[in-house]
């Protein structure tokens, strides 16, 4: 077996396995290393919270609190529908209808993420006493985003339209968000 | 440091340019690469590197333990729940560190122990050996104010007796010893104030370790390794480059250490621990048996082994801080026990008395076991201040080696005089890497 140069030998499997097992080895013990720093199940567990809309009047907004993010929730009044439903797709950054942007038989409720999309501000517009900027929706005072009635960017740095959460009416005055 | 050939070549034009700035792989090459380490090493050399893989594997786990821990008397014991159940391999990564710290333990225990054995620490290892003595003091620290973190009742009550210890200062001077463990405290009972210093300094610690464990490796590569025969390198036979023959043997060593790391972490993560600890701190409630954890138990055996409080104390602290002065306690010229016929059996019945003391410390203190704990408590003292310097000028050694090599090779004759010896079997020190 010495004699034939080319033939591997037991050595050169030695320290070719070794290396190799102790880095697929060090990799896996890596892992628990990273992953320990997403989420845990105490937060995954908050991932869905139900709202009561009954005490929310036409022309009134509230803020609920969501995987630790504000979520939007408005009564729109029909004026602020048709405003939203009259603007023409052309003249949107991120053209999106309004009923894209709400559920069928719902078309009044507007459920949102309450966070800029430029750099994660929270926009004025939930208060009555807020500005709600030239577009009559929400406005964000850290860099001049404005967002129409039916919280879509108009004007401003921002790139998309306010997030839509993953919602649905459990009852005509009880959603489920997440 | 340790002067032997630079054979550090830089591998290209980068690492040339950053050898006439800053030679950190030319140390690295000359420390850790090329470093002359006696061929007669045996495996309890290993624990000085799975030493140092549980520093870095406690320190790992425990900043990401800290990521999720909260240091608040309130919260404290339902954090450390949350890691186990939610945060994700927390069920993991918590017992690592818990069990880490007693393997920890059992690594430095088997490091000292061979220390004493093979006589590491006569010159000119005596920095070295006082060096190790005050990582094992800052160990201790450590591990006793981790303990602490979880607020289970033998966290809580723990604390209370170990800083209680401090009060009988009070029998030196009135006043001092209260003053003390309220300033230790923050308050006039063990309470949250405590817990949070506790949590700040158990994170320090570490740290200081780490700059002490620099300094013991550096001490050990200004006067090279020991041996097991105790022998001086006289050669250049006499050694192997540490990198691959005493890297490949770590490896080895820290693979095997890990297998009974692994048991202990997946099969029975809380077998080193204490039920008690599972039962939220309770300050008006103390558990009705106390004991520390089981490395602290030979030492806590000598503290209720003496019937007075301050002596006790001190009985204690003094059963660590005499491993400093072992250099000039034994009067020895010959290192290795190996070669001291009388000596070596003195020294078993140190391993014995230690073993003794650490099952009398998890007994209750009454009857027969305090007897027990008194007479090895003599014992232990008795072999540092006593039998050390005594047999050292009494016994004859035994007929030693001429060198490290020879050693080696006697060993050889036996096997080859079996005939099971294969062909070529180490005639000399490989010359190349």
Request: hydrophobic share 50%; charged share 15%; proline share 7%.
């Given at each position: 077996m010495s004699s034939d140069v080319n033939e591997p030998t037991r050595r050169d499997f030695l320290t070719l396995a070794g290396p190799t097992f102790f880095a697929v080895g060090g990799a896996l013990t890596l892992w628990p290393f990273i992953h320990q720093m997403n989420p845990d199940a105490g937060a995954l567990a908050l991932a869905s919270i139900e709202v009561?809309?009954?005490?929310?009047?036409?022309?009134?907004?509230?803020?609920?609190?969501?995987?630790?993010?504000?979520?939007?929730?408005?009564?729109?009044t029909e004026k602020e529908?048709?405003?939203?439903?009259?603007?023409?797709?052309?003249?949107?950054?991120?053209p999106q209808t309004d009923a894209e942007r709400t559920k069928k038989g719902h078309e009044n409720w507007l459920v949102m993420v309450g966070i800029c999309?430029?750099?994660?501000?929270?926009?004025?517009?939930?208060?009555?006493?807020?500005?709600?900027g030239p577009y009559g929706g929400w406005f964000c005072p850290c860099h001049g985003s404005a967002y129409d009635t039916a919280g879509r960017i108009r004007q401003g740095p921002a790139p998309r339209n306010l997030e839509v959460p993953p919602y649905a009416f459990e009852t005509d005055t009880k959603i489920k968000i997440g | 440091m340790s002067?032997?050939?630079?054979?550090?070549?830089?591998?290209?034009?980068?690492?040339?340019?950053?050898?006439?700035?800053?030679?950190?792989?030319?140390?690295?090459?000359?420390?850790?690469?090329?470093?002359?380490?006696?061929?007669?090493?045996?495996?309890?050399?290993?624990?000085?590197?799975?030493?140092?893989?549980?520093?870095?594997?406690?320190?790992?786990?425990?900043?990401?333990?800290?990521?999720?821990?909260?240091?608040?008397?309130?919260?404290?014991?339902?954090?450390?729940?949350?890691?186990?159940?939610?945060?994700?391999?927390?069920?993991?990564?918590?017992?690592?560190?818990?069990?880490?710290?007693?393997?920890?333990?059992?690594?430095?225990?088997?490091?000292?122990?061979?220390?004493?054995?093979?006589?590491?620490?006569?010159a000119?290892?005596?920095?070295?050996?006082?060096?190790?003595?005050?990582?094992?003091?800052?160990?201790?620290?450590?591990?006793?104010?981790?303990?602490?973190?979880?607020?289970?009742?033998?966290?809580?009550?723990?604390?209370?007796?170990?800083?209680?210890?401090f009060s009988s200062l009070d029998e030196v001077i009135p006043g001092l010893g209260t003053a003390v463990v309220t300033w230790l405290w923050g308050g006039y009972s063990v309470t949250g104030a405590t817990l949070n210093r506790f949590f700040?300094?158990?994170?320090?610690?570490?740290?200081?370790?780490?700059?002490?464990?620099?300094l013991h490796i550096w001490a050990l590569h200004v006067a090279g390794q020991n041996n097991p025969d105790g022998l001086e390198v006289k050669s250049k036979s006499?050694?192997?480059?540490?990198?691959?023959?005493?890297?490949?043997?770590?490896?080895?060593?820290?693979?095997?250490?890990?297998?009974?790391?692994?048991?202990?972490?997946?099969?029975?993560?809380?077998?080193?621990?204490?039920?008690?600890?599972?039962?939220?701190?309770?300050?008006?409630v103390t558990p009705a048996h106390?004991?520390?954890?089981?490395?602290?138990?030979?030492?806590?055996?000598?503290?209720?082994?003496?019937?007075?409080?301050?002596?006790?104390?001190?009985?204690?602290?003094?059963?660590?801080?005499?491993?400093?002065?072992?250099?000039?306690?034994?009067?020895?010229?010959?290192r290795s026990a190996k070669y001291r016929p009388i000596f070596k059996w003195f020294f078993w019945l140190f391993v014995i008395a230690c073993l003794a003391l650490g099952y009398l410390g998890a007994k209750p203190p009454e009857g027969s076991y305090v007897t027990w704990a008194r007479i090895f408590t003599a014992y232990y003292f008795v072999f540092f201040l006593v039998i050390m310097p005594l047999v050292g000028l009494l016994e004859t050694p035994s007929k030693m080696p001429g060198s490290i090599t020879e050693s080696v090779l006697v060993g050889e004759g036996h096997k080859e005089g079996g005939g099971t010896a294969a062909a070529g079997a180490v005639p000399a020190a490989p010359e190349h890497r």
């Open positions: 009561d809309l009954s005490p929310v009047q036409p022309g009134q907004s509230i803020t609920v609190q969501w995987r630790g993010k504000p979520v939007f929730i408005r009564n729109r529908v048709e405003e939203a439903k009259a603007v023409k797709l052309a003249n949107l950054p991120d999309t430029h750099l994660g501000c929270i926009p004025k517009g939930q208060s009555l006493g807020d500005t709600k | 002067g032997h050939e630079d054979t550090y070549k830089p591998g290209g034009p980068v690492e040339k340019w950053m050898d006439e700035r800053l030679p950190l792989m030319r140390m690295m090459h000359g420390q850790f690469v090329d470093f002359p380490t006696p061929r007669n090493l045996n495996y309890l050399w290993t624990f000085g590197g799975i030493l140092t893989f549980c520093l870095v594997a406690q320190i790992v786990t425990g900043v990401v333990l800290a990521m999720h821990y909260v240091p608040s008397a309130g919260a404290a014991f339902d954090s450390v729940q949350h890691i186990k159940r939610d945060v994700n391999y927390g069920w993991l990564i918590q017992p690592l560190h818990a069990v880490g710290g007693s393997m920890f333990f059992i690594a430095v225990y088997v490091h000292i122990f061979r220390g004493l054995y093979y006589g590491s620490y006569k000119p290892r005596e920095v070295l050996w006082i060096l190790g003595v005050f990582i094992f003091l800052a160990m201790m620290a450590t591990a006793f104010l981790g303990y602490t973190l979880p607020w289970g009742q033998m966290s809580f009550w723990g604390v209370t007796v170990i800083t209680n210890l700040s300094l158990h994170y320090l610690l570490p740290f200081v370790i780490c700059g002490l464990v620099a006499d050694t192997v480059p540490m990198s691959p023959y005493a890297v490949m043997k770590d490896m080895f060593g820290l693979s095997a250490f890990l297998i009974l790391f692994a048991w202990f972490v997946f099969y029975a993560p809380d077998y080193l621990g204490h039920a008690d600890n599972y039962i939220e701190a309770n300050p008006l106390i004991v520390p954890e089981w490395y602290f138990l030979p030492f806590y055996a000598i503290l209720r082994a003496i019937p007075s409080k301050l002596g006790g104390v001190i009985a204690m602290f003094a059963a660590v801080g005499i491993l400093a002065f072992v250099p000039w306690l034994d009067w020895s010229r010959v």
